[in-house]
T-cell receptor, first 113, second 112 residues
Framework: GNSVTQMEGPVTLSEEAFLTINCTYTATGYPSLFWYVQYPGEGLQLLLK?????DKGSNKGFEATYRKETTSFHLEKGSVQVSDSAVYFC????????????FGTGTRLTVIP | NAGVTQTPKFQVLKTGQSMTLQCAQD?????MYWYRQDPGMGLRLIYY???????DKGEVPNGYNVSRLNKREFSLRLESAAPSQTSVYFC???????????FGPGTRLTVL
């Protein structure tokens, strides 16, 4: 089946620390991979995506590389800010149906000054 | 553009009561979705509408009904609320089913 496993939180980091949030997936077929971010009190918004192997998605200083050999899509940022405090969701989509987006359970990140 | 809007933002119901959650999008998207978000479980798809005039069940449809009123609006109805339906509900839309989804701000529902 299709599923996403991401590291459990919560994660607490000091400002300017390096961030990694692990995400691995299983998929029937060739998925597209996404990271969504949910800021407090808001809905999810797309942070970055990658649609084929070895693609790197990037946005707002965050990066993730689609690794087919390890079925992973880890999220990284070199220097986090307090404003990055949010819940991060890894997700995959397979095929062209409307019910094809599968989310991980989310990882809460808190950045302290 | 307002994007995806949802009403209400908060609601408290008693067991057995009914209510409708409203969702509207102004991006001319074809596909719309209803998810629920529960702690430790991520987002789970309740119902979706791939295009105007069609609706289909998602992963957790029991206890819910939906109506795609027109291209802009997609409502979710709880006919007889149960405590297990306490959750945060998100509406989303996308241009086509397999593209990026845009989410509303959510409705926090508590069923006592």
């Amino acid at each position: 089946g299709n599923s996403v496993t991401q590291m459990e939180g919560p994660v607490t980091l000091s400002e300017e620390a390096f961030l990694t949030i692990n995400c691995t997936y299983t998929a029937t077929g060739y998925p597209s991979l996404f990271w969504y971010v949910q800021y407090p009190g808001e809905g999810l918004q797309l942070l970055l995506k990658a649609t084929k192997a070895d693609d790197k998605g990037s946005n707002k200083g965050f990066e993730a590389t689609y690794r087919k050999e390890t079925t992973s899509f880890h999220l990284e940022k070199g220097s986090v800010q307090v404003s990055d405090s949010a819940v991060y969701f890894c997700a995959l989509s397979v095929g062209t149906g409307a019910n094809n987006l599968f989310f991980g359970t989310g990882t809460r990140l808190t950045v302290i000054p | 553009n307002a994007g995806v809007t949802q009403t209400p933002k908060f609601q408290v119901l008693k067991t057995g009561q009914s209510m409708t959650l409203q969702c509207a999008q102004d991006m001319n998207h074809n596909s719309m979705y209803w998810y629920r978000q529960d702690p430790g479980m991520g987002l789970r798809l309740i119902y979706y509408s791939a295009s105007e005039g069609t609706t289909d069940k998602g992963e957790v449809p029991n206890g819910y009904n939906v109506s795609r009123l027109n291209k802009r609006e997609f409502s979710l109805r709880l006919e007889s609320a149960a405590p297990s339906q306490t959750s945060v509900y998100f509406c989303a839309s996308s241009q086509v089913p397999w593209n990026e989804q845009f989410f509303g701000p959510g409705t926090r529902l508590t069923v006592l």
